[in-house]
Nanobody, 122 residues
Framework: VQLQASGGGLVQAGGSLRLSCAASGRAFSRYTTAWFRQAPGKEREFVGVIGGGDPSTYIVDSVKGRFTISRDNAKSTVYLQMNSLKPEDTAVYYC????????????????WGQGTLVTVSS
């Protein structure tokens, strides 16, 4: 499986963006996929995850109610819908995937996309 993240850009605070994580390779629907982000000068942090097969989701408290994760298996794509964006959401967003359970560690995901930059202006 290979991943291609897209959808980032510059948006004003309060705005919305939808990030996409498109996969190549078969059986992606069975892969658990997560979104992480890395702000300048900070470590990469977990944002949310969606399971493979059973599309359970988990979102961290800091973005809960604003961000949602979904997947379209027909398009082999996982989405991160981001609403009510804040300047502190500015980061490079990465998607990672693996054939695993619902988890949230960096080491749990063996395949990564290249990242897409989200910049939120105040």
């Amino acid at each position: 499986v290979q991943l291609q993240a897209s959808g980032g850009g510059l948006v004003q605070a309060g705005g919305s963006l939808r990030l996409s994580c498109a996969a190549s390779g078969r059986a992606f629907s069975r892969y658990t996929t997560a979104w992480f982000r890395q702000a300048p000068g900070k470590e990469r942090e977990f944002v949310g995850v969606i399971g493979g097969g059973d599309p359970s989701t988990y979102i961290v408290d800091s973005v809960k109610g604003r961000f949602t994760i979904s997947r379209d298996n027909a398009k082999s794509t996982v989405y991160l819908q981001m609403n009510s964006l804040k300047p502190e959401d500015t980061a490079v967003y990465y998607c990672g995937t693996d054939f695993t359970t619902l988890c949230q560690g960096l080491g749990d995901f063996g395949t990564w996309g290249q990242g897409t930059l989200v910049t939120v202006s105040s």
